[in-house]
């Protein structure tokens, strides 16, 4: 019998890490100022656990709004087609963006996310992401969207916990656990 869920990153160093990522963005983000504040944008829903607690540990003055893509799979596309639902409009020209992500896998989202801010205008388009899958990244995406600040990097595992879910389920558990569905 194997078990469904595994801790793989306990509670205590992911705030931990998020101490660390939220010192390393404000020694990075420390130009700005109230008159010109990192527009952070947190991807819905998944980052939202990790952005609530990342945006309260800043000490630049920032912004934040919301963004949502959904991918969609069909068999022309098995790696998904992201398209934007919340978030396309919002107006970044001359702004440093800061895209809060909470797993970047094969790369396509974030592709879409920051190309859009970048052409219509962002001054700087940065990632931060809880969580990082490079071995899953699609050929090309590599270095486009490496995260900028990278809670932890993890081998090719489905994950759920601290926002990720697995059909809308386990958000709320306290751990990032791997996740077996066939598991009995
Ligand atoms: P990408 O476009 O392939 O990089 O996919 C990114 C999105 O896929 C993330 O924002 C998550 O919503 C979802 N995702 C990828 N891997 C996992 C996982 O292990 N657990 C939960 N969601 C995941």
Not at 35 to 52: M, Q, S, Y
């Amino acid at each position: 019998m194997s078990q469904a869920f595994t801790t793989l990153i306990p509670n205590d160093k992911i705030r931990s890490r998020i101490s660390e990522l939220a010192a390393s963005i404000s020694a990075d983000y420390a130009g700005s100022t109230e008159d010109n504040p990192v527009l952070l944008l947190c991807t819905l829903r998944g980052a939202a656990f990790f952005a609530a607690d990342l945006v309260r540990a800043l000490t630049v003055p920032c912004e934040l709004d919301f963004i949502k893509v959904h991918s969609y799979f069909d068999d022309v596309n098995p790696s998904g087609i992201p398209v934007f639902e919340l978030g396309r409009e919002i107006n970044v020209t001359g702004r440093d963006v800061l895209i809060i992500e909470d797993i970047v896998d094969t790369g396509q989202t974030m592709d879409l996310v920051k190309r859009h801010y970048t052409e219509h205008g962002a001054k700087s388009v940065r990632i931060a992401a809880l969580l990082n899958k490079p071995s899953r990244r699609l050929p090309g995406l590599k270095d486009m969207v490496d995260p900028d600040y990278s809670g932890f990097e993890i081998p090719d595992l489905f994950v759920v916990g601290w926002g990720l879910d697995f059909n809308e389920k386990y958000r709320l558990l306290p751990d990032v656990m791997v996740y077996d569905p066939d598991a009995v």
